[in-house]
């Protein structure tokens, strides 16, 4: 069953600080992964894409890493802001047709405090 | 900042009523979503169009129903709202970047802000 599992479930941090995010997925045949940040009350807006080939990627302060081997990725935040509080999904696309068919995780809630 | 817009962003209605959710983008993508939104849970695609006159279910079974006459629009309705409508529904566009006719791409989609439905 294709499946996509994200931890932490939330996670409060300190501002300035580093953190990671963590993305399992069992998505056969894989296309891409994509890393979203989702504000309260907002629709989410993509912060990075990775295909098979590629294994980090950045985006300002957002590194994501993808092991395509074992299967997981990471989304990694470096000096963290107030403005990065926010539910982070994880989503990989299959190549199983040309729609390229979307299979989400339930996100991340990370609370940054100053 | 996507230019996809949706209305109303918050309702509030009684059971049995009819009620459309609009979703609007100006970028002339031609594959438009919608999604279904629990809090702390994934999103469910629940529609989906790859241009005008085409419409498609999506893997959650929903009692809505959506029609695509033109590119720009995708409306989302529901005859008779129940309180198990009640959700987040978000509308979303995608290009297409890279890949052939036939491929799946690396469609990159934008997300409208939602509309939170809840019926009484």
């Known amino acids: 069953k294709n499946q996509v599992e994200q931890s932490p479930q939330s996670l409060i941090i300190l501002e300035g600080k580093n953190c990671t995010l963590q993305?399992?997925?069992?998505?056969?045949?894989?296309?891409?992964l994509r890393w979203y940040k989702q504000d309260t009350g907002r629709g989410p807006v993509s912060l990075t894409i990775?295909?098979?080939?590629?294994n980090t990627k950045s985006n300002g302060r957002y590194t994501a890493t993808l092991d395509a081997d074992t299967k997981q990725s990471s989304l990694h935040i470096t000096a963290s802001q107030l403005s990065d509080s926010a539910s982070y999904i994880c989503?990989?696309?299959?190549?199983?047709?040309?729609?390229?068919?979307?299979?989400f995780g339930r996100g991340t809630q990370l609370t940054v405090w100053p | 900042e996507a230019d996809i817009y949706q209305t109303p962003r918050y309702l509030v209605i009684g059971t049995g009523k009819k009620i459309t959710l609009e979703c609007s983008q100006t970028m002339g993508h031609d594959k438009m979503y919608w999604y279904q939104q629990d809090p702390g849970m994934e999103l469910h695609l629940i529609h989906y169009?790859?241009?005008?006159?085409?419409?498609e279910k999506g893997d959650l079974s929903s009692e809505s129903t959506v029609s695509r006459i033109r590119t720009e629009h995708f409306p989302l309705t529901l005859e008779s709202a129940r309180p198990s409508h009640t959700s987040q529904y978000l509308c979303?566009?995608?290009?297409?970047?890279?890949?052939?006719?036939?491929?799946?791409?690396?469609?990159?989609?934008?997300f409208g802000p939602g509309t939170r439905l809840t019926v009484l």
């Open positions: 989503v990989v696309s299959d190549r199983g047709s040309t729609l390229g068919r979307l299979y």
């Open positions: 979303a566009s995608s290009d297409r970047s890279g890949g052939t006719s036939g491929e799946s791409s690396t469609d990159t989609q934008y």
């Open positions: 993305c399992n997925y069992t998505v056969s045949p894989f296309s891409n």
């Open positions: 169009s790859y241009g005008v006159n085409s419409t």
């Open positions: 990775m295909t098979f080939s590629e």
